[in-house]
């Protein structure tokens, strides 16, 4: 019984009728582009706040408490300048169970009616049963009954994502090895309007053939000898180019593979089908299964793939790894404490970053370029 | 086709998490080291109480000291808060004491979605990877939320001792109960923390019947680690009772009354121990018994920066004084008593002023000025006023 209230209370109400609902949600990446295809198609006007920068940084930094960490600010950030923007409801993923993630949206909410905003949240559960708690978040938010919506919605969104992950990861393979400098990244923004621009079901599924045969037509350099860097670490510092500093251009500029195993399209894939319709071993089992010499249990957020992957990465030949991570979170403060002994025993170099609002580029350039020295040499000396 | 992909889905569901190490070895064990940290400060009577009724001797590691401080910062990453060190420390001192069966349990939820911190639940973990020393760890798991609770913890725990009976494990478990009920009625009672526990476990009962009024009362808001640890609240609880303060600690709050309270604030609980935070602090705001809130918090730990936030933000709205303390291993005494000092003087300030005000509109017109002052000091000094 008492469950229940809780799960009421939870939810929140629904004083906004559905034609006059103007939707955002927070920034992660590209993660707005698939997101708005969804809704536009579910009949949804949809208001996307500007992309991260210095100045949603210190909005979300004046408005926070100082312990929290660098995600919320970020977020907060968006739902203050999207609100600013017009938008009257804000849509959120929740995952209790995990980390400081669960209290984002309760904090969110106080802080933001303290500051006088009027407006809707939408709490989706990922605990769970989470591809109905995600259908009916978005039935809730726009009152959409044609299932011939909910599908091309849900097939455009996806394909997207698969297209944005597919010119990521082609992005990272021809980066350090093209031959006219910037050719890859032109590529790549050319195909993420394209992305953004297509609308319909049947365009979108061909996206990924088109973007792998327009990649390869950029002239590489194939014979170049490039090491492979693992980046791991926590989601949305992974996921965020701003958060990050653009630490995959940087790698890339400096002739350095970068392989990242966390990518949304393919989280998304196993988080919301059913575990009946997968066949693949999905990267969190995979990580659990790797893990397992050091760690024995889940102990929320990302910190078991932290380690599975440093495993994994040491027994498929990568160079070495850059584990980045926001400052006091607390998952990846045990995973930091776990490395040093992955790293001596599966013998591969692994470099620790730790990103808060006041890191200097400077600084951190020069310990990439420190590490990415050091992989090098370690490299020429295996041969 | 179908049938094999349920099957393979089955087979890694069963071996997705929590798959328990089978002890290898054959060796009983008839001695547990249980390190002075974390969960010792509120669980203690009830491990006493079990592996006392399994006839297994507890061995404590000694009182947190700056040495046993530095000795776990040395082991982990300097981003690692300050209890996390301490345990580490602990942990260290016991295997130099020559204890080498650690208890050392992972308490990942204590409800149904209420979940512990990540460093508390992966205590086991950095543990293991952390100390490159031979030693056998005990590690259960307490985990409500997949539906591993509380007697899948306890027989985990006694498995390892090489004990399977049921019954022995049931009676053990109800006497680990019977010592810690009497912790915490007495503690509720008005005793000391470390009277009550040496009571506790030497058997003995006492309540306190008569309850000393004094001028000011305080509530602390803490996680019983920092509280009760002399070293890391730097005797927090009896500097304050030498400036004749009332204290009010998580420990004289029952979990209903502060599930209740945190329920009347409008709150939901996150937090596995959110009850003694926001718990105690829900409690005593609401109820109006004391007059100011201290919160001691850890450099960097997580769930206290949101946990005190919140009351901060209850305590603006109800016009009730709050001071949030840091303390890291650098954390100098003195700065810490000035704060404290600069506090409390400010509550007295507020309070002579309250009263004031009452005996002005009481008494001006039945006794003179100097008659009212003196009563009104007098009153103040024996603390009888409420």
New interface residues.
Partial sequence: MKMKEKLEKEKMGNTIPAQNRIIAWPRMGRIDIPLKALLVSLGAKVVIPPPNSNEALEIGVRNSIEGICLPYKLNLANYIMALDKGANTLMMFQAPGSCRLGNYTKMAQKTLKQMGYEFDMVIFDMYKSKMKQTLQAFWHVTRCINPWRYYKGFSLGFNKFFAIDTAERLLFYTRPREIHKGDAEKCYNKWLQIVDETNSVWKAKQLKKQIIKDFKQIPIDKNKDVPIVYLIGEFFVLLDPYTNQNIEKELGDMGVEVQRQIMFGDWLEHVLKPSIFYRKESHRERSVRYAEKYMKRAIGGECIETIGDTVYAAKHGVDGIIHISPFSCMPEIVAQNILPKVSKEEDIPVMSLVLDEQTGKAGYITRIEAFIDLVKRNKLRKK | MLLY??H??FN??R???????TMTNNLIHKKVGIPRAISYYNNYPFYYGFFKALGIEIILSDKTTTKIINLGTKY??S??CLPIKVYVGHVVNLLDKGCDVIFIP?I??TD??I?N???I??L???I???I?RPFTMI?P?LDK?ENINFYDFWTETAKAFGITDKNQIKSAINSGWRVYNNFIEMTKSGVSYCEALENAINGKFEKKTVDLVKPLSIAIMAHGYNLFDERISLNLIKKLEKMDVKVYTSLSVTREESLKAIENLGE?Q?WANELELTGTAAHYLLNNKVDGIIALSAF???????MV?EIA?HCKERNMPLIHLTIDEHTGEAGFITRIEAFIDMLMRKKRKLLDKKHKQTTIQTKSFEEAASIRKSKVLTGSMQ
Wanted: hydrophobic share 20%.
């Fill in positions: 992909t349920l393979e889905n890694r569901k071996k997705r998490f929590y798959t328990f190490n982990v990453v981003e690692t992972s990942q939820s149904y979605k979940n911190c990540s460093k639940r992966g086991p973990e950095i293991r990877n952390v490159n590690e798991t939320t939901i996150y960097g730990c997580g769930p206290d920066s949101l936030d933000y």
